[in-house]
């Protein structure tokens, strides 16, 4: 995994851009720690720092290759999981010189051009600098999972792993208008897809690619969530999501450097770790796990319909079913609280509060030991885990199903953006464009025709916002981590799989308990889904009520965006609105102002 940046004007002389590039490069640093390059021509500027995980020593970047008089030249973040089988059908007609992933992605591109991208197999944002044709040619991966933000005016294109290295260039301004406020108070932690939320920032989609030329930026859509008619038994279709992931999971452990797991206690890293352990155990290796506590939570949790139970049993009984070995994160409140500063400038933007923060310090803890992690994030977005996919009356309300507070967040908008701003109609409007863009086929019945529009719904929003989290938390301490059930040939196949399947015996991710279940303690297996963990320590709403009531007293740019009276009303507790769904309560309201709050004082954001 990297951090990649570049330049690239048809009017400026880009080999004079070594100040700015190395501005960007120094923004993106902590992506990659290991190595970092810059390549400089006339029309172009690749900028890149490199964590190292394949082939250490050959895969160095900006990488360039000559084909005949042509000569391409690539910047690269990501993995490629295919490799090996790529290679070898291009070594029929290529020579190599590394063993890395980025040489094949580069000869991909000579080879097959733009359509390069429906050959991939893995998470990757690169860009790719034709000479000959003097443009340049930028993907991102099908779900998303790693980032690619960029900046375009009529004399040239800034493109970035993260928001702050764009911002790091001299001609890009960190102002907002009215869209960046209806993202910030209305839509965060989640974006709009392809809004940066910066003005004139922007990320090139999940499943995009295109190229910008003397004629300007020309982006496609390659791939998408399809509808098809799937014919398979109940058992076919286990045996189908078996294969799927487990073939998923052990492509992404082939690294050069050490791989660990994050363990919850959850089915799905339970999995992961599960298939990781064993394909270590034949390697004579054994595998580490790594989980996250709060101090106090054994004296202050409480059941909830979304948090029946807490982790720690199950990660005990996970870590001995294992033989790993485990690692605990134990975070206090003071260290919360003082991380939500840099979980903010890790994201670049105001985010999840303190699950954006427990898991940076996580991170950091991991980092310790390894280079490499595998996740669960998205298996509930998948096959259907989560509870507004399995109650009917939730699941069939018009509106994004976890942020039901339009209403609530749009009294927080300032008078001057109330007035430019039409709350409702901006989150509604946001909610049809997706639920109506979800594919369905003739023969969907209703629940179907639902169950599909819920999966886009999640696919683009939901999930993109804790693939957003995992990848900048986990980058600002230099540590991959990868996501198999994020593999887009199980998300194109479960798309089509009925939802009585997926529901299988009446269980949230059903069939995938029931394909998986060999893996797997039955007390483990049978436990009913439970979201990331979070502090109930009241000590955690005490402190962040005492940090936002100083920030206000002090003064603070967000009162351009924000009334100032909601915030007084918002410290006084009256209120208990879910801002975004179970994960966002009171707490992390007051919590994701101090972000906001931290966020335009750190990054100068000018409104």
């Known amino acids: 995994m990297c951090g990649i940046a570049g330049a690239i004007s048809f009017i400026e002389d880009m080999r004079g851009e070594m100040k700015s590039c190395e501005a960007m490069q120094s923004a993106l640093l902590r992506r990659g720690p290991d190595q970092r390059g810059i390549v400089l021509s006339r029309n172009a500027a690749l900028i890149h720092t490199r964590l190292a995980v394949i082939d250490i020593s050959g895969g160095r970047q900006p990488m360039s290759c000559a084909c005949g008089e042509k000569k391409y030249t690539i910047v690269y973040n990501g993995e490629l999981y295919n490799t090996e089988e790529l290679r070898r059908e291009l070594s029929a007609d290529m020579d190599f010189d590394t063993r890395s992933d980025t040489e094949v992605v580069l000869k991909s591109y000579i080879m097959w051009g733009e359509k390069c991208v429906e050959r991939l197999n893995g998470i990757f944002a690169f860009a790719i600098y034709d000479e000959a044709e003097d443009r340049v040619f930028m993907a991102r991966d099908r779900i998303g999972v790693k ?101 998923s999971i052990r492509r992404q452990l082939v690294s050069d450097v050490p791989v660990c797991t994050f363990l919850s206690g959850g089915l799905d890293s339970s999995l992961i770790s599960s298939v990781a352990a064993s394909e270590l155990k034949k390697q004579g290796r054994q595998l580490s796990t790594f989980s996250v506590d709060y101090l106090g939570n054994d004296k202050y949790f409480q059941k909830s319909h979304f948090q029946p139970d807490s982790d720690p049993e199950y990660i005990r009984i996970m870590a001995e079913y294992l033989g790993s070995d485990h690692h605990w994160r134990t975070v206090e409140v003071p260290e919360l609280v003082e ?34 992690a595998l996740s669960g994030e998205c298996a509930d977005e998948i096959f259907g885990g989560y509870p507004w996919y399995r109650d009917k009356d939730i699941r069939m309300t018009d509106g994004f199903p976890w942020a039901q507070s339009t209403a609530y967040r749009s009294r927080f908008l300032s ?40 999966t886009q719904l999640n696919f683009t929003w939901f999930m993109q916002t804790l693939l957003d989290r995992k990848d900048r938390m986990s980058m600002y301490s230099g540590l991959e981590v990868r996501v198999p059930f994020c593999d887009y040939r199980i998300a194109e196949y479960l798309y089509n799989v009925p939802w009585e399947y997926k529901d299988w015996q009446g269980r949230e991710k059903g069939l995938l308990r029931e394909a998986m279940k060999e893996w797997l303690p039955e007390k483990v297996l049978r436990r009913k889904k439970s979201p990331y963990p979070k502090t109930h320590d009241p000590a955690f709403l005490e402190a962040v009520t005492k940090k936002l009531r100083r920030i206000l007293d002090e003064g603070t740019p967000m009162t351009e965006l924000v009334k100032r009276k909601e915030l007084e009303r918002l410290l006084k507790h009256e209120d208990h609105v879910q801002w975004y769904g179970q994960l966002m309560n009171l707490p992390q309201t007051i919590a994701f102002f101090i972000q906001l709050d931290h966020w335009m004082k750190h990054f100068d954001i000018k409104v």
Not at 354 to 370: F, P, T
Not at 424 to 452: F, H, I, Q, W
């Open 147 to 247: 980032p690619l933000f960029y900046w375009v005016d009529e004399r040239k294109l800034v493109f970035a792993s993260e928001i702050p290295a764009l911002l790091a260039h001299p001609d890009i301004p960190a102002e907002i208008d009215e869209t960046g406020a209806a993202e910030l108070i209305l839509m965060a932690p989640g974006r709009t897809p392809g809004c940066g939320v910066i003005k004139g920032i922007n990320e090139v989609k999940p499943g995009w690619c295109g190229y910008y030329s003397r004629s300007g930026l020309e982006l496609r859509e390659y791939w998408r969530l399809r509808a098809f008619e799937l014919h398979e038994t109940f058992e076919q279709t286990a045996e189908h999501v078996r294969e799927l992931v487990l073939d």
């Open 339 to 372: 991380a939500l500063d840099e979980a903010t400038e890790a994201r670049g933007l105001p985010g999840m509060a303190d699950v954006d923060a427990s898991l940076l310090l996580l991170c950091r803890e991991i980092k310790e030991y390894g280079t490499v």
């Open 415 to 454: 008078d001057r953006f109330a007035d430019m701003i039409n709350s409702t109609d901006y989150v509604y409007s946001a909610y049809c464009r997706t639920a109506d863009y979800a594919e369905k086929l003739p023969s969907d019945n209703e629940t179907e025709g639902r169950m599909k529009e819920m």
